[in-house]
């Protein structure tokens, strides 16, 4: 809960808005192949995506391809209660996932390797909510909106080592972007109260990734182990505003500084896994992962800063006010990710036809935060891809809940029970169903 504005009459200091704002590792898979088999593609991953995904994907390269991946249609439905009242709010958003170019060294000689360039947002988040209550003798309005997004530019080669293994190193850089803004306007008999409040950080940070992959008869195994951020520039800023009266003072304070820095942790994170291509079966493949992220010790997101609070009426005064730092603990998760991908026997109007199927589940990284919300998620992906010639088209959706297998199970068997997440956990402020189109296409010169 942010509250703020600890000087101000009863109702001023009521908390200010809460507004669901997510930090997990991957809502959402990055990656053409990734997006449909719920990101377990650690072991298999090829092309431009394995850039970010796993670089010991780049070494056997033998043409240039490009790739990209749009989230075509993200709608969410966030359930919360705030402020003693229970609401839903909707957003609807086009976002971008992963577009990049990777090609071979040399395509004459396979043991040279190959190289990518790659952007991707692995984190995306926005979220809206508006309240309207009413209070003893009048009505209270608070609006909020907060936004999260870690974008990823990266420069990976892999390389292969004999017949079976194969390495792969990139260097990333990585910006993380976060904004929070709301408004309150309240009456309560006499007393009147209008506020704004708003912060906004910027972090940019390198980092490395080593990545390997092996392959053994019909079992093929991968791991990646990604650096934490190192810091190269940060910048944050916090500024609030209101003015009260109570029919005999009225009380106007302001808080403003631009340099409190932005101080969100990007631990280090390992992810392995194993894929498994029966022969029995053939055109089937499955791959299981464990993506596991360090956490970070208790540190301030945002510094403290200080501002006046000005009295005028019958008691004038001038004093100083402080707003406490906003603090962020990050612990370790461990996220386990299923996919699966058959492709069917027979092409379809000349294309080869392949379907895909994931799960994963997103345990939250956050401890205890005042700036961020503690929610885990489960995923599910499934979707279809058309390959003929050097084209590759993939059309695919997932769901993703913060509620329990039970429940999504329960909505996806009978959707007409509702869109609004379960929130029948006495300690939850928040909910969320999310339901994501993709589309991804890559194109092999």
Sequence with gaps: MRCILLVLPTVACAAQLEVLTLP???????????????????????????????????????????????????YVRVGAASLGNEKSSDDIQLKPNLVGFA??????????????????????WSSAIEVRSSTAAGSRSDDGRSSLEFSCASLAYGRPVGDRLQFGLSLEAWLIDYRYDSGTSAADGLTLLTATYNESGRRLALRTAIGSQFQLRTWRFGA???????????????????????????????????????????????????????????????????AIT????????????????????ASPSTSSIELAPRRLDLRMVYNPRLGLAYRFPNPLAGHTVRAHLGGYIEYSPVENSDVFTKLDLLGGTAGISFDKGPMLLGIGGAYVTSSSISDAVGFITSPGSGLNPDLSDANASFAVRTFVLTISSSYRF
């Design 294 to 313: 360090g956490g970070a010790s208790a540190g301030d997101v945002f510094a403290s800063a200080s501002g006046t609070a000005t009295v005028i009426g």
């Design 24 to 74: 997990n590792w991957q809502r959402v898979p990055v990656g053409e192949r990734a997006v449909m088999e719920g990101g377990a593609v650690v072991a298999r991953v090829h092309g431009p995506a394995a850039g970010f995904c796993n670089p010991a994907g780049l070494a056997r390269l033998d043409r240039p391809s490009v790739s990209g991946t749009v989230t075509a249609l993200e």
């Design 224 to 290: 990646m182990l990604r650096s934490p951020g190192l810091v190269v520039g940060e910048q944050g800023k916090i500024s609030s505003s209101s003015t009260s009266g109570d029919g005999v003072n009225t009380t106007h304070t302001e808080i403003g500084d631009e340099q409190v820095g932005f101080a969100m942790p990007l631990p280090w994170s390992l992810t392995c896994g194993a894929a498994w291509a029966p022969e029995a079966v053939p055109g089937f493949e499955m791959e299981g992962n464990l």
């Design 103 to 124: 090609s071979a060294l040399d395509e004459t000689d396979p043991s040279a390797g190959g190289w990518s360039f790659c952007l991707a947002t692995p984190t995306q």
